[in-house]
């Protein structure tokens, strides 16, 4: 309950106009989240590590949708030169394949949204941390972090927040 009185008092002292860090001797920070996940080189190195381990994957599913648009093209072309019986075969074994390509590609994407969504929660508990590690270094009573309209810049640190992650990143 004491916790909600001192967030109301500091949005009524912010929507008032009156500058919170000087009117309640509370040092205040927000961090822009979008632009702390998109610039962050934390990100730049999760999709490095996506591509590298579903690049053949994707190669394969590529080669497999080729090959099946080339027995396709030949199909049509022989068409005319095939028994019927034949023609109804090779007709099957193209269903066959693009059913099992069709597999392939649901489980390509599958896989990697739950890939995606894994780097995505590390990303996060990475920024949280920089975050809370920042915050207690400057002595911050208070930062805002996702849910945020808008900020002033005077209580921005959404570059000191990228800088902590990069220099963590290295």
Known sequence: MKNIKIIG???????????PVHAAGIKVGVVNASVVLDQSPQKTQALARLEREFSSRSRTLEDRQKSLM???QKLNRDRAILSSDEVQAQERKLISDQRELNRMQDEYAEDLSI?????????EEEVAQAIIDLAIKDSYDLV????????????????????ELKRKAN
């Open 70 to 72: 080339d027995a396709q």
């Open 144 to 163: 805002l972090y996702q849910g945020v309209i808008f900020a002033s810049e005077a209580i921005d640190m959404t570059d000191k927040v990228l800088e």
């Open 115 to 123: 890939r995606r969504n894994e780097e995505l929660r590390k990303l």
């Open 9 to 19: 008092l500091l949005f009524a002292l912010f929507v008032a106009g009156t500058h």
